[in-house]
């Protein structure tokens, strides 16, 4: 379930695009709850989450949150919470926030990085971009050494396409692990994923080979399926390249704020009381 915190009104922040009846969720007093609005509530909680994504409960949960949020705001409005002096502070508080944050974004949003800077930042450092050796494997998890060698004299004559497709189904039906009702697949791993004697039998293998002896572990007795050994290999630079741009934007962005910060300094009148403050205490 998404957890969703307290939004303050500068978190729900101001959706600005066109309106048509498929975005309107709801209608409060006449007053329309769109999608951007779930969205910007959604965004402030969880900025990677998408509204339309979540599970029905969860869109009523929101819906729910503003359309309370709407009813709060008519009721503080006719007991007269706007017209008192600490509302006009606060307004003031946020304006002041609001006004430096889109600062801030027009500065990052004028960052350019060039094709040529990232691929040359790429190619400068290329080992951060390297992956260690790999592997993708399946595995059949029981309680016994006696089940493991059961199951290992159904596996061992098979080979090739044979052997794989009844591994699978055994996984199914067999394997007490969690990876059991999609055939034992654990996808892909480097050997510091996976406990020493497991890794160390994996890596024994070679592509379409099971383990003939029970691989013991905390977690029980394992038959393992090497689908694949995965050498050491470079990223590629088109795969990276979105996220060593958006980096360099940060950079670029992180220097550019030091160095007006500084400016601004320089030339304002500064009286800073908190060193003697601290220095009284």
Excluded: C
Aim: proline letters at 3%; charged letters at 30%.
């Amino acid at each position: 379930m998404l957890k969703l915190a307290k939004t303050s009104i500068v978190a729900l922040g101001l959706v600005g695009s066109s309106l048509v009846a498929s975005d309107i969720l709801a209608t409060v007093n006449g007053k329309n709850i769109t999608k951007q609005d779930a969205q910007a509530f959604v965004t402030a909680a969880a900025p990677q989450a998408t509204f339309g994504e979540l599970q029905p409960k969860e869109k009523k949960m929101i819906v729910d949150r503003l359309i309370e949020k709407v009813l709060f705001t008519e009721l503080a409005k006719k007991e007269g919470v706007d017209k008192k002096p600490e509302f006009q502070k606060n307004i003031d508080k946020i304006k002041e926030e609001l006004i430096v944050n889109m600062w801030m974004k027009m500065q990052m949003d004028n960052a350019i990085v060039s094709d040529s800077e990232a691929k040359s930042f790429y190619e400068k450092n290329s080992d951060k971009f390297k992956e260690p050796d790999s592997m993708k494997a399946r595995h059949i998890l029981v309680d016994s050494e006696q089940k493991a060698k059961d199951i290992i004299a159904q596996l061992k004559k098979l080979k090739g396409d044979a052997l794989k497709d009844k591994f699978i189904e055994l996984a199914k039906t067999k394997s007490t692990g969690p990876s059991g009702k999609n055939g034992g697949d654990l996808g892909k791993f480097t050997k510091a994923q996976m406990v020493p004697a497991f890794s160390k039998a994996a890596w024994e293998l070679n592509d379409g080979e099971i383990s003939t002896t029970p691989v013991k572990t905390k977690f029980g007795y394992h038959i393992i399926y090497l689908e694949k050994k995965i050498p050491a290999s470079t990223v590629a630079y088109a795969d990276v390249k979105d996220k060593i741009i958006a980096s360099l934007k940060q950079q670029q962005f992180s220097i550019k704020i030091r160095e007006i910060a500084k400016e601004l300094k320089s030339k304002a009148k500064i009286v800073d009381l908190s060193t003697k403050e601290t220095a009284t205490k």
